[in-house]
């Protein structure tokens, strides 16, 4: 399973790739706006910035929810660096545009997915990614995992080629449900992701072992 941040926050994402373990990042409207950028220029060097910190895919979501919107401002997106993905949104025109971009062999994330009929439709569109939210499932009371478990399910049917992303990871318990469900990556926030290092055991463990190699007690 690849491990994506799920963030626009230079610092947390260097954090997570000087650690070894990262393959991409995926950002969204409201992370940007967390880190205070604004305006099209500042977020389009953010982009970029993003892209020379990390050596995988950078998913880079558009504004537009019309057709024509969508393919422009996913072109201009897809010509920032190599390493963009474009982020377009489950809606009837984002599907159309999905299926451009798959034609045009332009890399895409299918984002706001909530049930397996929207995930069918992004694969049968040429998707590359499609984002299931799973913590957003979890908030109204619907297991987040089952449609993970779900939409592994309907792709290898069919062994349709697009990734299950699994998104809206708020836990190391969400990743670990993701890795056993089969996802192919789970973005998580940093905190998630270094919370799969912890555990008593292995501190009091260390501790011992320390003190054993000093000869202490
Ligand atoms: O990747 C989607 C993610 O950014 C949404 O997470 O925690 O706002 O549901 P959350």
């Known amino acids: 399973m690849k491990f994506f941040i799920d963030t626009a926050n230079l610092e947390q994402i260097k954090e997570a790739q000087d650690l070894g373990v990262l393959d991409g990042v995926t950002t969204n409207p409201s992370l940007m706006a967390k880190e205070g950028i604004t305006g099209t220029d500042n ?36 010509s920032l660096h190599p390493q963009i993905v474009v982020k377009i949104p489950m809606i009837k025109d984002g599907v159309k545009a999905l299926k451009y971009f798959s034609d045009k062999g332009i890399k895409t994330n299918c984002t706001l997915v909530f ?17 299931p939210f799973l913590g957003r499932l979890d908030d109204i009371n619907q297991d987040g995992i089952d449609l993970i478990e779900q939409i592994v399910y309907i792709y290898q049917n069919y062994d349709f080629g697009t ?7 708020r836990s190391p318990l969400h990743i670990v449900r993701c890795a056993e469900a089969g996802a192919d990556v789970a973005t998580c926030p940093l905190n998630a992701i ?16 320390l003190a054993d190699a000093k000869g202490t007690k």
């Open 43 to 78: 977020i389009l060097k953010h982009y970029v910035n993003i892209c020379n910190i990390v050596t995988g895919d950078v998913s880079a979501e558009v504004i537009a929810t019309d057709f024509k919107g969508m393919v422009n401002e996913g072109e201009m997106l897809a």
């Open 115 to 131: 049930s397996a009929g929207q995930a069918l439709l992004a694969a049968k569109a040429g998707a590359t990614y499609v984002s």
């Open 163 to 169: 990734q299950v992303l699994a998104a809206s990871i």
């Open 194 to 209: 270094l919370d799969l290092l912890k555990h008593p055991l292995t501190d009091s463990g260390l501790a011992k072992f």
